[in-house]
C-alpha cells in the first residue's frame, strides 16, 4: 500500500478541480481500505481502540462540515459493513467535489446492486483522476463484455501506478493473448501484487519450458521422470493451475487504493520488496528460469500457496533439496495438496518412508489423486494388496487415470487377467496411453494380435515409446522388415535402448557400418549389453591383428574395442567373456583369461568352457580340462570332442576315443569331422589288430 504525506496532509480536503489534492485524499482512503483487507482490528486490541479513537475525531469534524473527514469516515463504515450509516457521509463528501467519496459512494452503490448508478460515480471519480475508480469502471465493462471500454479504464488505473489496475488490465489482454500482458503483470509484481507475481512466474516458467523443447534441454521441460510402470512418481508439482476469476467489486470494495485483495501484498510488507535471489545465472545475468523462481518467491513469501509449490518444483529440479522441502512445506501446510504429495517423495527418497506416507495420506485426504496413488505403490510393495487397491481406487476416483491403470497392473500381477484387462480398457479408453500398450501385450499373449495391434498404435501415437518397440516386434513377425525398422527407429529417437540394438543390428544387415556404430553406441550406453558387445565387434574388426610382443616391450593400452567387450562381459554377456578371455590370453595375462573364460563357461558358454580346457591342459591340468571339455561337447562343441577322443586315445581308452570321434564327426565343422573320422579308423584298427 502507498502512504502519501504524513496525518496532517492525509486529512486535506481533494476537490475534483485539485489534482494534487485528490490524490492525497484518496491515498487517505487507501490506507484505511488496506487495513481492512489485511484483517487489522479486532475487538479489544490496540488498533482497534486507535481506530475508534480515529472515528469519533473524523465523526466529529464531518458534522462541523469537514469533507475529508466525512469521506474517511463513510470510507470507514463501509468497510464495517454499516451501508446505511455510510452512505449519507459519502454523498455529502461527494457533493464537495471529494474523489474518494465518489469512488467509496460507487462501492456502496454496487454492494446494494445498483451496478449502472455505481459506474456513474465511478466514472465521476476516474474522470477526476482516481486510479482506483478507474480499475472498479474497467471491470464494471468488462463483466459486461465491453471489452474495448474496459481496457480504456483499466490502462488510465494501469499507467497512474495501480497495482489492482496493472493486474486487471494484465488479466485482460492475457485473455486476448496480447503479448502486452506481461508488462502489466510485472508491473502489478513489482508493487507487491502476489497474484500477479505468481502469474508473471508462470508465464516466465512457460517460456522457459519453451526454449528448452527448442533446443532440446528436455531436463528443463520435465519434473520427475515418467514411468508408466510406477505412475505414482508421476506429477510431482503438477502442470499448469488455473487462473483465479476476478472477483467482484466488493472484493476492493472500500480501497480505493493499491495492494488490497486477496492478490495484494501482505501486510507490512513493502510494495517494491522483491526477496533474495534464488539462483543466479552465468556472468551475473538471470536466465528466465532463474526470474521465474525469484518471482514465484515473492509471491510466496506473501503467502501463495501455489507459488511455494512451483519454487518447491524448480529447487528440486536444480537439486537444492533441502530449499525445496522447505517450500514444499509451507505450501503443504497452506492446505495445498499436491505440495504435500510432493514433499512426500522428497521424503520417500530421503529414505524416511513413514514421514513419506504421512503426507501422502494427508494430500490423498485432500483429493489428490496422485498421493492416492503413490500410497497404492507403497502397500503393494509390502504385499498388502488390498490395501494398495484401495488406495487405487480412491485415486480413480480423484479423476486421477493411473488409478485405473495401477489397479491393472496389480491384477496382472496376481494373474487375475480378465480383470487386469478390465482396468487397462478403462484407462485406455481415458486415454492412458501406457495402459494401451500393457492391454495390447495382454491381446497379444492371448493370441488377438488383430485386436492388439489398434492399441499399440494409439499408445505409439499417444508417445509412447514401449508401444513403438512393440510395434517393430509386432512387424518382424509378419516378416514385414521395413515396416518393423521404422517403428523400431521412431522408438530408438525417443531413447529405446532395445529399439537402438534393433536398428544398428539392420543397418549392420544392410551394410551401413556408420550409421549401425552410431545406434549401437546409443544403445550401449543405455546398458544394452548385446550392443555393447556388437559395437566392440565394428570397432575390432577395423583394427589390424596384434602381432608378438616383441620382448621388452611395454603392455599396450587397452583398444576402444576391448573397453566395450569388458562392458559387455561385466553385464553378463557369454561371448563378450570369451572375446575379453582371448585378448588377456594374447597379451599373455593367463590368470586374467582364465577368469573370464571360467565365468562363460559357468554360465553355459561351450567356447569359454572350450578355451578354459586348452588354458588348463597347457597348465598340465587334463583332468579338469576335460571335465571342461566334456560340458563343451555336450553342448555341440566339435572341436572339444576332437580334444576328448585324443585325450581318451594317449590313455589307451579306445572304446570311449572312438565314442567322442562320432561325436566330433557329428558336430563339425568340416575340418574337425576329417581329422576325427581319421582318428576313429585308427583306433578301428588298433581295436581289431
Known amino acids: 500500500m502507498e502512504f502519501m504525506g504524513d496525518r496532517a496532509t492525509l486529512l486535506e480536503t481533494g476537490r475534483f478541480v485539485q489534482r494534487h489534492a485528490g490524490n492525497v485524499a484518496d491515498a487517505t482512503s487507501s490506507a484505511i481500505a488496506a487495513d481492512n483487507v489485511d484483517g487489522a482490528g479486532s475487538g479489544g486490541s490496540a488498533d482497534s481502540v486507535e481506530t475508534a479513537g480515529v472515528e469519533a475525531r473524523h465523526r466529529r469534524a464531518a458534522e462541523s462540515g469537514d469533507t475529508a473527514s466525512m469521506s474517511v469516515l463513510g470510507a470507514l463504515l463501509l468497510r464495517r459493513g454499516d451501508l446505511d450509516g455510510a452512505e449519507p457521509y459519502l454523498r455529502a463528501a461527494t457533493a464537495e ?32 483522476g482516481s486510479a482506483a475508480a478507474a480499475h472498479a469502471l474497467g471491470r464494471h465493462f468488462r463483466e459486461r463484455g465491453d471489452e474495448p471500454a474496459a481496457e480504456y479504464w483499466l490502462r488510465q488505473s494501469a499507467e497512474q501506478g495501480h497495482a489492482l489496475g496493472a493486474y486487471a488490465l494484465a488479466d485482460l489482454l492475457e485473455h486476448r493473448s496480447d503479448v502486452g500482458a506481461e508488462r502489466w503483470l510485472r508491473a502489478a509484481a513489482e ?82 520488496a522483491v526477496p533474495a535471489p534464488v539462483a543466479g545465472g552465468e556472468g551475473g545475468e538471470l536466465s528466465v528460469l532463474d526470474e521465474a523462481a525469484q518471482w514465484y518467491q515473492q509471491a510466496a513469501a506473501r503467502g501463495h500457496q501455489r507459488a511455494a509449490l512451483h519454487l518447491g518444483a524448480i529447487l528440486e529440479k536444480r537439486g537444492e533439496l533441502k530449499e525445496a522441502g522447505r517450500w514444499y512445506l509451507t505450501s503443504a501446510k497452506d492446505g495445498e495438496a499436491r ?72 491384477c496382472a500381477a496376481q494373474d487375475r487377467t480378465p480383470q487386469a484387462e478390465q482396468w487397462y480398457r478403462r484407462a485406455a479408453y481415458a486415454g492412458h496411453r501406457e495402459a494401451a500398450n500393457a492391454l495390447a501385450v495382454l491381446l497379444l499373449q492371448a493370441g488377438d494380435a488383430t485386436g492388439a495391434e489398434p492399441w499399440f498404435s494409439k499408445a505409439a501415437e499417444a508417445g509412447s515409446v514401449d508401444a513403438a518397440f512393440n510395434l517393430g516386434i509386432l512387424y518382424v513377425g509378419r516378416d514385414d522388415d521395413r515396416t518393423a525398422l521404422s517403428w523400431y527407429e521412431r522408438a530408438a529417437a525417443a531413447g529405446h535402448t532395445e529399439a537402438a540394438l534393433q536398428v544398428g543390428i539392420a543397418l549392420l544387415r544392410d551394410g551401413d557400418e556408420q550409421a549401425a556404430e552410431r545406434h549401437l553406441r546409443c544403445a ?24 608378438p610382443p616383441a620382448l621388452g616391450e611395454p603392455m599396450a593400452e587397452k583398444s576402444e574395442c576391448e573397453e566395450w567387450y569388458e562392458r559387455a562381459a561385466e553385464q553378463g554377456h557369454r561371448r563378450a567373456q570369451v572375446r575379453v578371455g582371448m585378448l588377456a590370453a594374447t597379451r599373455g595375462d593367463m590368470a586374467d583369461a582364465a577368469r573370464w573364460y571360467r565365468e562363460a563357461a559357468e554360465a553355459g558358454s561351450r ?83
Do not use: K
Not at 462501492?107 to 455505481?118: F, I, M, T
Not at 529414505?351 to 502397500?379: I, P, Y
Not at 550401449?524 to 596384434?546: K, M, N
Open 524 to 547: 550401449a550406453g543405455g546398458g544394452s549389453a548385446e550392443a555393447a558387445f556388437r559395437l566392440a565387434t565394428v570397432l575390432d574388426s577395423r583394427q589390424p591383428p596384434p602381432g
Open 191 to 272: 508493487q507487491g501484487h502476489r497474484e500477479a507475481a505468481y502469474r508473471l512466474a508462470r508465464a516466465l516458467e512457460r517460456r522457459a519450458a519453451e526454449e528448452a523443447r527448442a533446443g532440446g534441454d528436455m531436463s528443463l521441460v520435465l519434473g520427475r521422470t515418467e514411468n508408466a510402470a510406477r505412475v505414482q512418481a508421476q506429477g510431482r508439482a503438477g502442470g499448469g493451475d488455473a487462473v483465479p476469476a476476478v472477483g467482484a467489486h466488493s472484493a476492493t470494495s472500500a480501497t480505493s487504493g493499491a495492494g488490497g485483495g486477496a492478490g495484494g501484498p501482505a501486510a507490512g510488507a513493502p510494495a517494491s
Open 339 to 410: 505440495a504435500a504429495c510432493a514433499l512426500g517423495f522428497l521424503l520417500r527418497d530421503a529414505g524416511d518412508e513413514e514421514s513419506a506416507a504421512v503426507w501422502w495420506l494427508r494430500a490423498a485426504q485432500d483429493g489428490d489423486g496422485n498421493a492416492a496413488n503413490a500410497l497404492g505403490a507403497l502397500h503393494a510393495a509390502r504385499g498388502e494388496q488390498q490395501t494398495a487397491e484401495r488406495w487405487y481406487r480412491a485415486a480413480m476416483d480423484a479423476g486421477d487415470v493411473n488409478g485405473a491403470y495401477n489397479l491393472g497392473l496389480l
Open 97 to 128: 467535489g471529494d474523489r474518494a467519496a465518489a469512488n467509496n459512494l460507487g462501492v456502496l452503490l454496487h454492494q446494494r446492486g445498483y451496478a449502472d448508478e455505481a459506474a456513474g460515480w465511478w466514472r465521476i471519480a476516474a474522470v477526476a
Open 607 to 689: 567356447n569359454g568352457a572350450f578355451n578354459l580346457g586348452l588354458l588348463l591342459a597347457r597348465e598340465g591340468n587334463e583332468r579338469e580340462a576335460a571335465l571342461w571339455w566334456a560340458r563343451a561337447a555336450r553342448a555341440g562343441h566339435g572341436r572339444a570332442a576332437l580334444r576328448l577322443a585324443l585325450l581318451a586315445a594317449r590313455r589307451g581308452e579306445l572304446t570311449e576315443g572312438q565314442r567322442w570321434c562320432a561325436r566330433a564327426v557329428e558336430l563339425g565343422p568340416a575340418e574337425v569331422a576329417e581329422r576325427a573320422a581319421r582318428l576313429r579308423d585308427a583306433l578301428h584298427q588298433e581295436l581289431t589288430a
